[in-house]
T-cell receptor, first 111, second 115 residues
Framework: DQQVKQNSPSLSVQEGRISILNCDYTNSMFDYFLWYKKYPAEGPTFLISISSIKDKNEDGRFTVFLNKSAKHLSLHIVPSQPGDSAVYFCAASEHNNDMRFGAGTRLTVKP | NAGVMQNPRHLVRRRGQEARLRCSPMKGHSHVYWYRQLPEEGLKFMVYLQKENIIDESGMPKERFSAEFPKEGPSILRIQQVVRGDSAAYFC?????????????FGSGTQLSVL
């Protein structure tokens, strides 16, 4: 029962270019969406979030877009830096902190 | 100002033994979550607890797995009679009380290896 899906297991981009990570969800009751970043041998760390009442949230180089009708969100990183290389998890919750995660996308930013 | 503390960092068990994983949430946090990450897979929700209460255990295997978050002390994830398929990274996360849609703070995880 995979309610949050990240269909691309990996993504490779050149330094300075845009990274776009995608996420789809099936549960229309989800109302809060987050992106987490994970380095090897560490726990995930929060990156950026968006409420279902918005369609865009920006924080520096990171922007999250939400398309409720398509049940789709994306994370844009621009410009991408080698230090952004990590696994990115999309997460969603249903108003009760019970958070569900996608399988993750491994981003590699090449110098 | 300690974050979420998990111990041990690595745990090796033989098949049939018991594994106990501990998690101390961030100071002031009363909600604890356990997730499991199998090799090459994402984070799978296991259980959500508040002090002395299991709120949602829909992700817990029906047998051998249990979790608690007592009034005093850390949260414990217990796996009885471990099998090789239990080998994974187990992450604990916490969030503050009386909040909704709050981001989770994760520990560094316990890597369980079953021989």
């Amino acid at each position: 029962d995979q309610q949050v899906k990240q269909n691309s297991p990996s993504l490779s981009v050149q330094e300075g270019r845009i990274s776009i990570l995608n996420c789809d969800y099936t549960n229309s009751m989800f109302d809060y969406f987050l992106w987490y970043k994970k380095y090897p041998a560490e726990g995930p760390t929060f990156l950026i979030s968006i409420s279902s009442i918005k369609d865009k949230n920006e924080d520096g180089r990171f922007t999250v877009f939400l398309n409720k009708s398509a049940k789709h969100l994306s994370l844009h990183i621009v410009p991408s830096q080698p230090g952004d290389s990590a696994v990115y998890f999309c997460a969603a919750s249903e108003h009760n902190n019970d958070m569900r995660f996608g399988a993750g996308t491994r981003l590699t930013v090449k110098p | 100002n300690a974050g979420v503390m998990q111990n041990p960092r690595h745990l090796v068990r033989r098949r049939g033994q018991e594994a106990r994983l501990r998690c101390s949430p961030m100071k002031g946090h009363s909600h604890v979550y356990w997730y499991r990450q199998l090799p090459e897979e994402g984070l799978k929700f296991m259980v959500y607890l508040q002090k002395e209460n299991i709120i949602d255990e829909s992700g817990m295997p029906k047998e051998r797995f249990s979790a608690e978050f007592p009034k005093e002390g850390p949260s414990i994830l217990r796996i009885q009679q471990v099998v090789r398929g239990d080998s994974a990274a187990y992450f604990c996360a916490s969030s503050p009380p009386d909040t909704i849609n709050e981001k989770l703070f994760f520990g560094s995880g316990t890597q369980l290896s079953v021989l």
